[in-house]
Structure formats: structure tokens, C-alpha cells
């Protein structure tokens, strides 16, 4: 400590705000929105429920969840002049890197979001266009990626089938819906929808905090999630369990890899910050995983794999000692690709669940006029000196 600061990296022991929101307690395994447990709106409700819930505090009556819906349906198609910022982008874009320009570029669209002063109302409409509008971005951001004519949204499905629709219908082809898959993906988003103080919800709060819009916010927010160390671990499961499948599928000699420490390789999709006895969303995934691949008929040796990875973790004693156990991003992967999601998608889907918590969050933080956020630090550089002329360096 120097004065009056305490340094406290990676604000491993800081809270920032007082939330409403999420409730998590890391060694319970619990986690609540808005104090429903996961397992009962994983199992029970919808991805577009869950958002209303996160967003205005309340489980919607079925009018207000009805109208809500409709209000999303109707915003769902994005200015015919993002396809122009879309086609400016090479195929081999990373889609986390168009979703964060694309959110970006809605101040543009919409200029009156850039208004800290906006009206309920208006904040509201400003919400409603970012949960219709990141749908088609992402699908659009998935088409980019493949070369394929981009698919606009059909008004007569529900959320999640219409994203389906956009990201594999073709010109020339309709996009059949199939509720298993439908079903798991309203679960994955749901379970994906907010996480308290995360590394990206805090970046969207700490913009959030000097008054920029929503859709700034949100757009650094899918920045933060980006890093494999966060969101872009659910893709890097998947890279490294193709990896061990590749190399012969003998786990122990990737834990071996793990718990080297001259060797940089991280058993992705383990370890948790808050989670240090499990993390309640694996547990859901993994079983999720188990019925939609039966479901689908599908066996992805992978998943085999997978379970012989968190078996021979949970009892070694590395990760037994550190409390590193399968979190959200483990099992994830293996659903989306059963869903027919490509890798480079994953992360945007994590995008896609956590837009209603980043929403909830930022609004929170707006309603609440919470200061702008400045840590202080503790300086370790030189001490005062004179300047030296270039001649006596
Ligand atoms: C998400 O915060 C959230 O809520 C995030 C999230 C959300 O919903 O928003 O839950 C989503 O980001 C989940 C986490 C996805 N990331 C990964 O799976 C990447 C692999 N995991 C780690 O990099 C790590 O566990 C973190 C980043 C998740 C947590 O990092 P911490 O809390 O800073 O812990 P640490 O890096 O200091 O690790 C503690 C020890 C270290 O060993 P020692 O230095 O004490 O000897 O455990 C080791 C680490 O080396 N360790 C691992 C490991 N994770 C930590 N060793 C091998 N493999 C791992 N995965």
C-alpha cells in the first residue's frame, strides 16, 4: 500500500458497483438473475423472457412479453448502408472484429443514442434496436466470413429461429427449424445472459460511466470478450480439443502440458475467478450436451474427450489445489458445433447471450448516475530528472 491506495490487479478483490442484477456466489456454485435461479430459467424460460427480466427487473406478464417481442421483431433489419461497412471487410475477419464495428457504427445510424439525456422511452427504443439488430449482425458477420449472400430476417419466427434462419438459409433455400436446436440455443443464450462483474461487463460500465452511448459501450464490451483468457475461450476449447484429437486423443499428456510451468499451454475452459467449486452453468451445459448431440443423432468424439479431460483434472492435484474446475465455455462449443455454428462463431454467440446483461448493466449504471470510473495506481518509474540534450546522450 502507499498512501491512501491499496493495488489490487485484475480488481481481484474490489467491488466497483452496487448491482441488482446477477448474484453469483463462487463457492456455492450459485448463480441468480435478478434472484431466479439459472436452473429454472435455463429449464423454463426463453432467451427473449430472460432479457426482459434482466433488463426491466421483473418476469414480463405474456402481454408485455408479446409486445416486447413484436418491438424486437420490428427492428430487426439494420440500414441498408451497414452492408457497405459489412462488404468493406476482407472474409478473413474475424467476426467479433465486424460485430464490435458494426455495434459501433449504430451511433451513426442512430445519432440520438449519442444524447446522455435521452428519455425512458428513448433509452428504451435505443435497447430495443441493439437486441433486434445484434442478431442480424451476427448472422451477417457469419455470411461475410464464408462469402455467401447475406439472409434478411423473417418477422413470422421467434428470436432464436430467426437467427438461425439468417446465419443457414440460402437465396436459394429456406432454413428448416428444428426445436431441438431451438430449444438448446434459447438454453445456451440463456445461460450466457450476465455474470455480474466480468471482465466485459466492467468495460461496458467503465465507458459506460463517462456518458458514451449504449452502443459504444456495448462495442468495447465485445472487444474485452474477444481475448481467449474471457469469451474467446469457448473457441479455444474447441481448438484445443481438436488438438488432443489430432495428436491421438491422450489427455494426460495435455494436463501434463497444463501444469508446466516453462510451457504457456492452458487447459481452456477451466478455471474460473469467482467459480472455485463449479461453475453451475457447466454442470447445465454439459448435460445439454449429452441430450441435444443424443437428439441429434449426432457422436462427436470430441465430447469423449472432453469428460476424459474435466475426470482426469478433477483429480489432480494441480487443479484440485488451484480450484480449477470446467467452466461455461468447456462444454459450449461442443453444443454450437452440434447446432451446425462454426468455430469462429463461438465467441460471437457468447456475444449474442451476454448483450441483455451488458444492456441491464450499462442501464443500471445510467439510472443509478453512477461517477465516471478512474482507478488510481501506485508509480514505480524513475525518480524526478533533468532533461539531457541529444550531444551528451
Ligand atoms: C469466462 O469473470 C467471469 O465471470 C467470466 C465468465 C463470464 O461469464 O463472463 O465466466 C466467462 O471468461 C470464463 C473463463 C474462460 N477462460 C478460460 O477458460 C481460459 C483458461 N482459464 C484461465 O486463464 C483462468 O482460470 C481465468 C482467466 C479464467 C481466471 O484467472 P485468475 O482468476 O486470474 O486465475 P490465475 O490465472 O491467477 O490462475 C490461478 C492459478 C495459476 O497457477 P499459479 O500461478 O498459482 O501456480 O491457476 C493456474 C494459473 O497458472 N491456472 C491454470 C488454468 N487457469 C488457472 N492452469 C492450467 N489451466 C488453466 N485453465
Redesign the pocket.
Known amino acids: 500500500e502507499s498512501g491512501f491506495v491499496t493495488l489490487d490487479p485484475?480488481y481481484k478483490n474490489t467491488g466497483a458497483t452496487q448491482s441488482a442484477i446477477t448474484f453469483l456466489d463462487g463457492e456455492e456454485g450459485i448463480l441468480r438473475y435478478r434472484g431466479y435461479p439459472i436452473e429454472q430459467l435455463a429449464e423454463k424460460s426463453s432467451f427473449i423472457e430472460v432479457a426482459y427480466l434482466l433488463i426491466y427487473g421483473s418476469l414480463p406478464t405474456a402481454q408485455e412479453l408479446e409486445d416486447f417481442s413484436n418491438r424486437i421483431k420490428r427492428h430487426t433489419l439494420v440500414n441498408e448502408d451497414m452492408r457497405k461497412i459489412l462488404d468493406g471487410f476482407p472474409y478473413t475477419a474475424h467476426p467479433m472484429g465486424i460485430l464490435s464495428a458494426l455495434v459501433s457504427s449504430l451511433t451513426a445510424f442512430y445519432p440520438e443514442s449519442l444524447n446522455p439525456n435521452q428519455t425512458k422511452d428513448e433509452v428504451d427504443l435505443t435497447i430495443v434496436r441493439l437486441l433486434a439488430k445484434i442478431s442480424t449482425i451476427a448472422a451477417w458477420s457469419y455470411k461475410n466470413s464464408i462469402g455467401h449472400p447475406v439472409i434478411y430476417p423473417k418477422n413470422s419466427l421467434d428470436y432464436c429461429s430467426n437467427f438461425m434462419h439468417m446465419m443457414f438459409a440460402y437465396p436459394t433455400e429456406t432454413y428448416e427449424v428444428n426445436p431441438i436446436v431451438i430449444d438448446a440455443l434459447n438454453k445456451l443464450l440463456i445461460l450466457?445472459a450476465d455474470?455480474e462483474q466480468?471482465?466485459?461487463?466492467s468495460t461496458v460500465r467503465l465507458v459506460g460511466s463517462a456518458n458514451a452511448s449504449l452502443y459504444s459501450s456495448v462495442s468495447a464490451g465485445i472487444s474485452a470478450l474477444w481475448g481467449?483468457?474471457?469469451?474467446g475461450?469457448n473457441q479455444?476449447v474447441i481448438e484445443m480439443l481438436e488438438e488432443i484429437k489430432a495428436d491421438g486423443g491422450d489427455s494426460k499428456k495435455f494436463i501434463a502440458k497444463?501444469k508446466d510451468k516453462n510451457d504457456p499451454f492452458?487447459?481452456?475452459?477451466?478455471?474460473?475467478?469467482?467459480y472455485k467449486n463449479f461453475?453451475p452453468r457447466a454442470k447445465i451445459i454439459k448435460k445439454s450436451a449429452d441430450d441435444v448431440l443424443s437428439a441429434l443423432g449426432i457422436k462427436d468424439p470430441i465430447l469423449d474427450i472432453a469428460k476424459e479431460l474435466e475426470e482426469a483434472a478433477l483429480t489432480d492435484p494441480y487443479f484440485v489445489d488451484?480450484k480449477?474446475y470446467p467452466?461455461?465455455?468447456f462444454y459450449s462449443g461442443i453444443i454450437y458445433q452440434a447446432l451446425g455454428i462454426p468455430t469462429n462463431m463461438f465467441t460471437v454467440m457468447f456475444a449474442l447471450g451476454r448483450m441483455p446483461g451488458w444492456i441491464a448493466q450499462w442501464k443500471e449504471l445510467r439510472e443509478n448516475k453512477e461517477p465516471i470510473g478512474r482507478p488510481r495506481q501506485i508509480y514505480v518509474g524513475e525518480k524526478e530528472r533533468d532533461y539531457v540534450s541529444i550531444e551528451k546522450r
Open positions: 485484475g450466457h455474470h466480468n471482465c466485459s461487463t481467449p483468457l474471457h469469451g475461450a479455444a497444463a492452458r487447459l481452456m475452459g477451466f478455471g474460473h475467478r469467482v461453475d488451484r480449477l467452466n461455461v465455455d
